[in-house]
């Protein structure tokens, strides 16, 4: 069957060009791959064996006006279908825009969340807080009509897969799912590749934050939770905090931020970019991994540092809850530095805990395989055609 897969923008290696990787390189099908803005010297390497078509250039910053010209330009492009059995949407929110003038063949949704500023209420909250009255009634209007043309896009569906509950719960409260049966829905978590992904068993002094530098990531809250740890844990005088992570063009000014924050300090380190070796070095000789967004999508770090054999600390709020069991695979708490400074100082105290913790949370990777994923879908989708 040849499928294509449509995403606006690949130009990072994130979540959603992760599943998008894997998805190509293990499923049985033949997939070709149409995005408006493809960056092959920033993403991931192995898109460039891949079948990638770009189309007419969009850009990626997130201002009001070039997020409407992009929204136009993949409204009313067209692309041609005639040679393909199926489209499969990587959903964001812009990219259901592609369905306006692309739904000659049945057409189905991975959807990574819905449009966050408009179906997301912790990450609206956030931006609200810093804006004006002018700002907060001018975006209020955007949601109001994004929010009607996306519930007529996703009739185009013929079937949608949620990558977790939450991001389900988003699509359901935002009435995207109005008119659809169960029978065309359904959560299908991605997974990690826990026979690459081995643990070293080795537990070095320092606590790793991987992920994208962006704001959504609340990167603040793992600095200050660490210097007070530091500060009330004299013992551990040898632990260190380390940010890796990809910084693009427009999360430069939040990394500067977040330099801030640190000064001078020797015990805070920040690793921009780094290679996959580099990320799988850092993984593998970690004590612990944190994540501090305050409301991820499915949070595939975690299942990283699982497979590692790694403790995790997370917020407990959207997809850490469905992957994560607290005090089994790590430590689940409340966006409060207080709560993250006494789940560091345990584990690091106590080397027999964490490695405990660590093989819990190993065996529970194996329950999200990337073959197992891959194989769910195109089973699935061989129904559709």
């Given at each position: 069957m040849?499928i294509?897969?449509?995403?606006p923008?690949i130009y990072?290696t ?9 998805i ?5 099908h033949e997939y ?5 803005h493809?960056?092959?010297?920033n993403?991931y390497?192995e ?9 007419k ?9 070039s ?9 009313t492009?067209k ?10 949407v ?5 990219g259901?825009?592609?369905t ?8 189905i ?11 997301d ?13 002018k ?7 955007f ?7 996306d ?5 185009k569906y013929s079937y949608?897969?949620f990558?977790?509950w939450?991001?389900?719960r ?11 049966t169960?029978?065309r829905?359904?959560?299908?978590y991605?997974?990690v ?5 081995k643990p070293?068993?080795v ?13 959504t990531?609340?990167?603040?809250l793992?600095?200050?939770?660490f210097?007070k740890?530091?500060?009330e844990?004299?013992k ?7 940010v890796a992570?990809q910084?693009?063009?427009k ?5 500067r931020k ?9 015990d ?16 593998q000789?970690c ?5 501090t967004?305050f ?5 595939i770090?975690l299942?990283?540092?699982?497979s590692?054999a790694k403790?995790?600390?997370?917020v407990n ?5 469905e992957?994560?069991k607290?005090?089994?695979?790590g430590?689940?708490?409340e966006p409060?530095e ?5 789940r ?6 106590d080397r ?9 949370g190993f065996?529970n ?8 994923f ?12």
């Open positions: 040849r294509a897969i449509y995403y923008w990072l994130s979540g959603v060009e992760r599943v998008i990787l894997e190509v390189k293990r499923s049985k070709t791959i149409f995005t408006n493809f960056d092959r010297g993403t390497k898109f460039k064996k891949l079948n990638v078509v770009e189309l250039k969009i850009s990626v910053s997130r201002d009001v006006k997020v409407a010209k992009a929204a136009v330009t993949i409204a492009q692309i041609d279908l005639s040679n393909f059995d199926l489209l499969l990587q959903g964001e929110g812009l259901d825009l592609i306006l003038r692309n739904n000659e063949i049945p057409t949704c991975y959807c990574h969340t819905p449009l966050r500023p408009v179906f209420e912790y990450y609206r909250e956030k931006i609200f807080a810093a804006r004006t009255l700002y907060r009634l001018v975006f209020r209007a949601s109001f009509i994004f929010k009607l043309i519930r007529l896009l996703w009739k949608v897969f990558n977790s939450e991001t389900l988003r699509a359901k409260n935002g009435g995207l799912l109005r008119g659809m169960k029978k829905y359904e959560v299908l991605p997974g590749d826990t026979r690459l992904n070293s068993w537990y070095n002094k320092y606590f790793f934050l991987p992920g994208r530098v962006m704001w990531k609340n990167i603040e793992a600095i200050s939770a210097k740890f530091r500060k844990n004299p551990s005088y040898d632990f260190k905090l380390i992570g910084v693009d063009e999360s430069k000014k939040y990394l977040l330099k801030l924050l640190v000064g001078k300090r020797k805070i380190n920040f690793v921009k970019s780094p290679s996959d070796y580099r990320m799988k070095k850092l993984y000789n004590w612990a991994v944190l994540l967004s409301n991820e999508d499915f949070g770090t299942l990283e540092a699982n590692f403790p995790i600390i997370s709020r959207g997809g850490p809850n992957s994560q607290d005090g089994i695979t430590f689940l708490v409060k207080e709560d993250f400074v006494e560091m100082a345990k584990l690091a105290a027999n805990l964490t490695l405990k913790i660590g093989k819990q065996n990777s194996k329950k999200f395989d990337i073959e197992e891959v194989k769910k879908l195109d089973k699935k989708l061989d129904a559709f055609v």
